[in-house]
């Protein structure tokens, strides 16, 4: 039986929450909210794998913990925090038990409603960059295949609403924008308690991919949207899209701005000669596989255009960029 967490909001309302293996080695938070009126499901996981089995045992969980009876077809809204497959992968699997209204932000309701031509997209921009930080072709393409294998699995959905700051979702959950991690990406308000996403999240920092590979993320937004959450007054509470919960999310907000200003000054120090991308990736990261190679490059990316943005890092070989269509960037600090 799988373990129910209950939260409750100062105004009343309760929210519970059951762990999903989203992928190996990736346990999502799924959150299942009572405002008193109707049950609205927060994530649905990867979709992938047992992930579906493990949501319909979560709601079996939760029947036990509620002492009634409930299953998916009782959900009456669903909200998407944003588009990475380890949030909305399971929709498809979700809407086959019910007719609830899903709910994105606009900016990532693309993902989930066009999402062939949004993946074309997105790896053609990939490659381009993994192009210019250096990455071998050959490598390039075991790196795309991992990219693209969850990914392919999942197929459009129509999206009923969208989640906008300023326009309290269904429950009067109030909702900030928050894009750096992905661009739609929301935290939600249920009286002091904060569904942040994978925005803020207890033990890790949450992921950074450069903006050339997708607009609205990118280091800058992030950063940004940290400050605009350590704003929010009367935050008992964070909840996060994966791991703990998180007792003080304006110091945990500043912790993880502090492990990124310390990776821009380690970018500055290896840049001290030109290095490429995947130089720095090598340096900051040490040997990694698999799927964290790329995380890393996209991590290191997203750091290194940041610094680029604001001068503090600078092309080394333009005469080498002016003559390639294709160049890789060696990046040197000014
Ligand atoms: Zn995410
Ligand atoms: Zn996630």
Known sequence: MKSVNKFQADDGRTAYCFPV?????????????????????????????????????????????????????????ILITHGHIDHFGGLPFVRQHTDAAVGIHLLDRRVISNHAERLLFSSRRLENFLTSAGVSEKYQQSLMNMYLFSKNLYSSMPVQFL???????????????????????????????????????????????????????GLGHYLDSLTKIQRVAGVRLGLGGHEDPIVDVAGRAEEIKQVHLERLEKILGICQTPKSI????RDLFGKVESYHVLLALEETGAH????????????????????????????VAT
């Open 278 to 281: 995947a130089d720095i990736s």
């Open 304 to 331: 290194v255009e940041y610094l680029y943005q604001r001068g503090e890092l600078a092309a080394a070989n333009l005469d080498e960029i002016e003559r390639n269509s294709q160049p890789v960037v060696e990046y």
């Open 21 to 77: 293996r989203s992928f190996p080695g990736l346990i999502s938070n799924i959150y299942v909210i009572d405002d008193g009126n109707q049950l609205i499901l927060v994530d649905c996981a990867s979709g992938i794998g047992s992930a579906n089995d493990e949501l319909v045992a979560g709601f079996a969980a939760l029947s036990e913990a509620y002492n009634r009876s409930i299953s998916l077809s009782d959900i009456g809204t």
């Open 163 to 217: 989640l906008e700051e300023g326009t309290p979702a269904p429950g009067g959950i109030e909702v900030f924008h928050v894009p750096g991690h992905c661009p739609g990406q929301v935290c939600l308000k249920m009286g002091d308690l904060l569904f942040t996403a994978d925005h803020i999240l207890s033990r890790t920092t949450p992921h950074q991919a450069p903006e050339s590979i997708t607009n609205n993320m």
